[in-house]
């Protein structure tokens, strides 16, 4: 069975600083892992994703996540904060080739000026 | 996503009434899906369809039904709206990366439906 955790509901920054968004999957067989982003009144739209290939994800506005298989997470990064990036963010997951995705419960990233 | 287009974008209606949300796709893609997203739950299925031919259930498709009109069209109806059916219901479409075997889902900008 597959299933995500993401570990924090909110998360806080100011500008220029860091992101970390946590996210834990469980999954039997190799899964796919993806980062989705939802702006406030906006479709989702897909930040990056990661299929067995190079397990450091380089996706767009400077993001970039790592699977790591040992630890089960699949954690999403940006060196920088910026206001733009204020939204909620789905980590989500399926079995390599199979089309149902299993959504996190999401993060919602404040971005402090 | 501009290829992926849902219509109405916002819908009020009333308890019993029959209620249909369409979506249309540019993208090509075989496969399509609806789902719904309450807060706090992420996005949950509801139906999907690999083809014009082929429709499966998600996992909360009671109260809901769909059509594959073609492959750019895929509508959900709800047959007689309740309350708790209020939400944000996103259409997706997607088609296999036979390279890295990966189904990559894009979706449409959402319908926001409240069912008094």
């Known amino acids: 069975a597959q299933s995500v955790t993401q570990l924090d509901s909110h998360v806080s920054v100011s500008e220029g600083t860091p992101v970390l968004l946590r996210c834990n999957y469980s999954?039997?067989?190799?899964?796919?892992l993806f980062w989705y982003v939802q702006h406030p009144n906006k479709g989702l739209q897909l930040l990056l994703k990661?299929?067995?290939?190079?397990?450091l994800v380089k996706g767009i506005n400077g993001f970039e996540a790592e699977f790591k298989k040992s630890e089960t997470s699949f954690h999403l990064t940006k060196p920088s904060a910026h206001m733009s990036d204020a939204a909620e963010y789905f980590c989500?997951?399926?079995?390599?080739?199979?089309?149902?995705?299993?959504f996190g419960t999401g993060t919602r990233l404040t971005v402090i000026p | 996503d501009a290829d992926v287009t849902q219509t109405p974008r916002n819908r009020i209606t009333k308890t019993g009434k029959r209620i249909m949300l369409e979506c249309s796709q540019t993208?090509?893609?075989?496969?399509m899906y609806w789902y719904r997203q309450d807060p706090g739950l992420g996005l949950r299925l509801i139906y999907y369809?690999?083809?014009?031919?082929?429709?499966n259930k998600g996992e909360i498709s009671d109260g809901y039904s769909v059509s594959r009109q073609a492959q750019a069209k895929f509508s959900l109806s709800l047959e007689s709206a309740i309350p708790n059916q209020t939400a944000l219901y996103f259409c997706?479409?997607?088609?296999?990366?036979?390279?890295?075997?990966?189904?990559?889902?894009?979706f449409g900008p959402g319908t926001r439906l409240t069912v008094l």
């Open positions: 369809s690999f083809d014009v031919k082929d429709i």
């Open positions: 993208k090509g893609h075989d496969r």
């Open positions: 989500v997951v399926s079995l390599t080739g199979a089309n149902n995705l299993f």
């Open positions: 990661y299929t067995s290939a190079a397990t």
């Open positions: 999954s039997s067989y190799s899964p796919s």
């Open positions: 997706a479409t997607s088609d296999l990366d036979r390279a890295t075997y990966t189904d990559t889902q894009y």
